[in-house]
C-alpha cells in the first residue's frame, strides 16, 4: 500500500507537472503558539503549586527546573514531529490530474487522485482575519457522482491554484472529441425562450447543405 502510494504521487512522462501546493506557514505556526501557551502555563503551575508539597523552598525549584527541562523537551520534539507531518501534506496538480497527499500521523498517510475531466467545480474560499491578511484559505474541488471531493484547508493563495484547475480542465476538454464534450447551449431568443444546442444547429446546417446539392443536382437535369 505504501510503495502504490508512492507511485501515485509521481508524475507520468506524459503529464505535464503545473504546480505542488503545499500548506501555508500560519497553520503550523498557530500549532507553535497554542503548545508554547500549554508548556508555559503548565510550568507555571507547577512553580507556584510544588512549595506547596514541598516544604524546603530549594528542592521544590530543583524540582520545578527538572520538569520545565522535561516539557521543553518533550515539547520541542512533539513540534519537530508536527513540522515534519503538517508540510507533507500537499496537492499536486497536472495537466491531467489532482493528486492529494493527506498525512495524518507518522504512519497514517492517504493520497488521492482525480482526473481534471471529473472535475464539477473548484471554490476558493477564505473566512478570518488572518485568511485575508496572510492569504490562504481552503481549496475545495467538487467532484460528480460517488467520487471523493477534495478539501485542502491553508492552502496559500486558493484563488491562483484553482484558476489552474479551471484551466487545465478546459484544455482537457477541448483536447476531447467532440462527442464526449457535452454540447454547450446557446439561446437565439430570449423571449419565447427558444433554445438550440450546438448539435441542433450542425444538424440544421447539414440538412440545409444536402438541401442545396439536392437542389443544384435537379436544375442541371
Known sequence: MHSRSKIMEQVDPDEVKLAEVSKHPIGIILLYVQASVGMTLAVGLSYFLLPLVVTDTDTAFFYGNIFMAIAVTISFVIALIA?????????????????????????NR?????????????????????????????????????????????????????????????????????????APQITLNQNNGTVI????????VKDLGAETIKRATSSKE
Do not use: W
Not at 84 to 101: A, F, K, P, S, W
Not at 116 to 134: H, K, P, R, S
Not at 197 to 204: E, L
Open 83 to 107: 513540522t515534519h507531518i503538517y508540510r507533507e501534506n500537499r496537492l499536486v496538480l497536472t495537466d491531467r490530474n489532482i493528486t492529494q497527499v493527506l498525512q495524518y500521523g507518522l504512519f
Open 197 to 204: 444546442t450546438a448539435k441542433t444547429m450542425n444538424d440544421a
Open 110 to 182: 492517504k493520497v488521492s487522485q482525480l482526473n481534471v475531466n471529473n472535475v464539477e467545480d473548484v471554490t476558493a474560499q477564505q473566512q478570518g482575519v488572518l485568511a485575508t491578511m496572510f492569504n490562504f484559505g481552503t481549496l475545495k474541488v467538487e467532484t460528480a457522482g460517488e467520487q471523493v471531493n477534495f478539501n485542502f484547508n491553508y492552502c496559500p493563495n486558493p484563488g491562483f491554484y484553482a484558476k489552474i484547475i479551471l484551466d487545465a480542465r478546459e484544455k482537457m476538454l477541448g483536447q476531447m472529441a467532440p462527442d464526449h464534450v457535452a
